[in-house]
């Protein structure tokens, strides 16, 4: 199974953090997110990494191959990084979506149990993973959804009809890969479309094909946005890597409050 992790962004929302790197390579208890990620992968039987690189690439690449080694992990650079959305990224390395792969944003950090329930799920092309809680804000990337099957993922989901958030990780298995690419094909079509979130080809898809959701809630995971969400990733990651028991839901509550405060 392979990966393909989102990282060009700088993380401007984590200025000064970021200034001189991007967030991926912050550091959560003396590892970075992206190390984190690729370590929790490789848990799973997932060893076949592409990181598309952006802000800060010759860093990322610095750390990744001190780390795994020369060409172990293997990288993609996106010119267009500040000018262009994770949509464009995704195209940048359509090359690589011809098997089943996981999609994963390079901010999200999870134990490796969300993975194997992944990969686990119902067989389908498509299978967003999604977190249930009990208060949603305006940055949630929220979906409704009809049983397991996805109808509609975006930010702006009326409250009456969420029924969860994407926390930014979906599984492409058989025709899935192809049926991405074409999406992100016709959405590039248009100029605009390089401001848009590759979330939203998926969105699209959910109109016309069965796009599937496995729910995590209960397992540790959190979203890395702003400077208050480091120590909130302390806690996750000591959740899962010191006892495996995950506090993900409950903790991405807490950051969302934190969050939602910040901006206001």
Known sequence: ?????????????????????????????????????????????????TVVTGYGADKVEEILQRRYGPQRIQTHYSPD??????????????????????????????????????LKSPAGPITVTVNHKDIYDADDMKVSMDGRRLTRVGKDIPAGSIHGESIGMI???????????NGLEKA????????????????????????????IKGLAWCEVDYPADLKQADRVVAAFNNNGIGHGASENSNRQKTAASQRR
Not at 95 to 113: K, P, S, Y
């Open 1 to 49: 199974m392979k990966a393909i992790i989102l990282s060009a962004g700088q993380g401007k929302r984590l200025l000064p953090l970021t200034a001189a790197m991007p967030k991926c390579l912050l550091e959560v208890q003396d590892k970075t997110i992206i190390e984190w990620q690729i370590d929790e992968l490789h848990k799973c039987g997932v060893d076949r990494i």
């Open 81 to 118: 990084y500040a000018t262009t959305d994770n949509l464009v990224s995704c195209w940048k390395v359509r090359h690589e979506m011809t098997e089943d792969f996981i999609l994963l944003n390079g901010d999200t950090l999870f134990e490796a149990a969300i993975v194997k329930n992944l």
């Open 171 to 181: 599984l492409f298995r058989d025709a899935g890969p192809m049926v991405f690419r």
């Open 188 to 215: 590039l079509a248009d100029k605009a479309s390089v401001r848009r979130w590759y979330l939203s080809v998926i969105n699209e898809i959910a109109q016309a094909k069965t796009v599937s959701t496995c729910s």
